[in-house]
């Protein structure tokens, strides 16, 4: 029995909707005739050239597709069209597909069109303006409807508002996004004709991603829920001046590019979110020197970050302190260390330190010998986190928990792997060599302290990718004669 053919049909719709192209779509149909059925009545479309060999054939699929749902009445859950026009034929039925869906409404709308040998990008139908059951809406590549400006924008229903290499002014976004009040998440990316993200009013507003490759002046943002800003420089022009006084909850906010260039460097910047908990640079150029200043709720700070995925490692953490992560991307050296070192005595307030090892050992760490001519005893933090590349000699391994210990001395270390530890023997070495200099580091220290060692079966359970294995201190405690 097809137990699949009798589930209802929105489950089955759902089931649906993780075909990733046509041709997977038309697969599911010669099943059966409630197949047939299903996939027929399945209002999510999702047409891209690229899924066809034949133009004509792609175009014509098109049009029966959009119109079979017109005449049924159906709003459509989603429409996705990515294709690049060609003839003026081509540029008919597109027109007309988008104002039969736009007539009918729909819920989510993707388009991506361009048109080869034009100057100009494909406009969209004004009827768009009026779809007031849209949620989301993702444009790349075309032009803005031509009574944007002119008529009453009916967007009441958006919550996701995407823009990208879209050509929009100053006032086009302020009027866009004033027009969209359930307004959670706006991008704008590499877009043209602006100056300034002004967005105001916005109670829902949560995020707002800016990727920008001309010059931005000014980021003007009136969101009281705003949780998370990104902002990408692409060119590293320069940071903007921002005003985000009303974003009470903006905690993380991820710069990718260069600071202002000026004298202050990125003061003037900092200074614009004084309640940010979170804040992760990722620069172009290398620095002599940073200074953020006005920002007395920041608990993380992250330098260079180049990678969005490790975002989340911050709020993953287990350890609530304020803390700095350290991704090391490129050429690492004992220089590095000795700077790290001279940090750690500013009063910056950090007790948590997380390093991840994934620099380039070019330089082997044979100056440690000189490193340990300074008098400065070790920065005492509560926690320290190395993350290892399991591609690495063990030697190299060695050098630079030595480096990492002449710098800080913590009261806990966890060492996690980004790939999964098969080699036994590798990994007990890396244990037992964690374990002797940690508890050498205190015993200069002239402390009773010990330290918890993983024990063999914690051993063989970290073969699996990211594990990670502890060592804590604890003092013991010294009974009383008697």
Not at 88 to 97: F, Y
Not at 156 to 167: F, H, N, P, T, Y
Request: charged share 20%.
């Amino acid at each position: 029995m097809d137990r699949i053919s009798e589930l209802p049909d929105f489950i089955a719709h759902h089931i649906l909707s993780f075909l990733n192209s046509p041709t997977e779509l038309v697969r599911m149909s010669v099943l059966s005739k409630t197949w047939l059925h299903l996939t027929a009545s399945f209002p999510v479309l999702y047409f891209s050239d690229d899924d066809f060999t034949s133009r004509d054939t792609f175009f014509k699929y098109v049009d029966y597709a959009t119109t079979r749902f017109y005449l049924q009445n159906v709003t459509l859950y989603r429409l996705k069209l990515v294709a690049t026009l060609e003839e003026h034929a081509e540029l008919d039925i597109v027109n007309r597909c988008l104002e039969l869906v736009l007539n009918n409404g729909l819920y989510e709308l993707v388009i991506d069109i361009s048109i080869t040998n034009s100057s100009s990008n494909y406009r969209l139908p004004n009827t768009l303006l009026s779809v007031s059951v849209l949620e989301s809406l993702t444009i790349r590549g075309c032009e803005l409807p031509s009574s944007l400006m002119l008529d009453a924008v009916k967007f009441k229903s958006l919550i996701e508002l995407k823009l990208e290499s879209v050509s929009i002014d100053d006032e086009a976004i302020k009027h866009l996004t004033t027009s969209c009040p359930r307004l959670e998440e706006f991008h704008i990316v590499s877009c043209d004709g602006f100056k300034n993200v002004c967005v105001y009013g916005l109670r829902n507003l949560q995020v707002v991603w800016i990727d920008y490759d001309t010059v931005v002046e000014r980021i003007d943002i009136d969101a009281p829920n705003l949780l998370f800003l990104f902002i990408t420089d692409i060119y590293g022009i320069g940071a903007p001046q921002m005003n985000l006084a009303s974003c009470k909850k903006l905690v993380v906010v991820p710069y990718f590019g260069l600071p202002s260039p000026n004298s202050n460097g990125f003061t003037n910047f900092s200074s614009s979110l004084p309640i940010i908990e979170s804040f992760f640079l990722d620069t172009k150029s290398k620095f002599d020197s940073l200074r953020l200043s006005s920002a007395p709720s920041l608990i993380s700070f992250g330098y260079p970050l180049v990678m969005y995925y490790q975002w989340p490692l911050l709020r993953l953490s287990t350890h609530l302190n304020v803390c700095m992560q350290c991704y090391l991307d490129g050429d690492i050296n004992t220089l590095w260390f000795y700077m790290l070192r001279l940090f750690l005595y500013q009063k910056n307030g950090f007790e948590v330190l997380n390093l991840y090892i994934q620099a380039t050992y070019r330089q082997k760490f044979i100056d440690l010998e000189k490193l340990k001519t300074v008098t400065l005893p070790p920065y005492e933090l509560e926690h320290v986190e190395l993350q290892l590349d399991t591609h690495k000699e063990l030697l190299d391994y060695v050098a630079f928990l030595e480096a990492v210990l002449w710098c800080c001395r913590p009261r806990s270390l966890i060492l996690r792997s980004t790939s999964p530890l098969s080699d036994f023997k590798e990994l007990s070495d890396l244990v037992k060599i964690t374990y002797e200099k940690l508890l050498k580091q205190e015993d200069q220290g002239h402390t009773s302290i010990q330290i918890v060692k993983p024990s063999s079966s914690l051993l063989m359970s970290l073969s699996g990718e990211g594990r990670a294995m502890s060592f804590i201190k604890e003092e013991v405690v010294q009974e009383e004669a008697g």
